[in-house]
């Protein structure tokens, strides 16, 4: 794992235990998670939208082995990032 994204990685990987607990694991079903533009940035080191979301872009294809491929987007001032099952899965047996 890229020491750059260690505080995004560590951050989804708790944001989806905390999904996993409060609403359970559904094998095979992806999860999306909000973030706002400010905890995105700051996750990423980024201070602009274009660098974070090349960052995103990088991050997905380094993790792509263990989480699947993860998908993002920016919508009305935040970023959502969609894990596949094969993330939620990862996380699950973690």
Same mark, same amino acid.
């Not at 940035?41 to 974070?52: P, R």
């Not at 993790?63 to 919508?75: A, L, T």
């Given at each position: @794992? ?12 708790? @944001?989806?235990?905390?999904?996993? !607990?409060?609403?359970?694991? !559904?094998?095979?079903?992806? !999860? ?36 699947? @491929? ?12 969609? !894990?596949?099952?094969?993330? @939620? ?6």
């Amino acid at each position: @794992m890229c020491k750059k994204f260690r505080d995004l990685t560590d951050n989804l990987e708790a @944001m989806l235990h905390e999904s996993i !607990v409060k609403i359970g694991y !559904v094998k095979g079903q992806p !999860v999306g998670i909000y973030y706002t533009e400010d905890l995105m940035h700051h996750l990423l080191g980024a201070d602009e939208d274009l660098t974070a979301l090349q960052r995103l872009e990088e991050f997905a294809k380094e993790n792509q082995s263990e989480w699947g @491929m993860i998908s993002y987007e920016r919508q009305k001032g935040r970023y959502k990032l969609t !894990v596949p099952a094969k993330g @939620m899965a990862y996380v699950y047996e973690r």
